[in-house]
């Protein structure tokens, strides 16, 4: 084997392991979005129960 064979299966290699893993990070992001909405929308329900459990102002107190 020649070592420019060697070389020429190398690249290819090595571009195809590039190619996985960029294949590899973009379903390992796009999996991940959907965790990162349901995150905001639990804190937003969290917020949204304390402002609702939270009493209100106090009521002015009438004077005859």
Same mark, same amino acid.
Not at 1 to 25: F, G, I, N, V, Y
């Given at each position: 084997?020649?070592?420019?064979?060697?070389? *020429?299966?190398? +690249?290819? +290699? !090595? *571009?195809?392991?590039?190619?996985?893993?960029? *294949?590899?990070?973009? =379903? !390992?992001?796009? #999996? !991940? /979005?959907?965790? *990162?909405l /349901?995150? +905001? %929308?639990?804190?937003? %329900?969290?917020?949204?129960? %304390? +402002? %609702? #459990?939270?009493?209100?102002p =106090? =009521?002015? =107190?009438?004077?005859?």
């Amino acid at each position: 084997m020649h070592p420019e064979t060697h070389l *020429a299966l190398h +690249r290819t +290699r !090595a *571009a195809e392991l590039h190619a996985s893993a960029a *294949a590899h990070r973009l =379903a !390992a992001s796009a #999996a !991940a /979005r959907p965790r *990162a909405l /349901r995150t +905001r %929308l639990g804190w937003t %329900l969290v917020e949204v129960g %304390l +402002r %609702l #459990a939270a009493p209100g102002p =106090a =009521a002015p =107190a009438l004077s005859s």
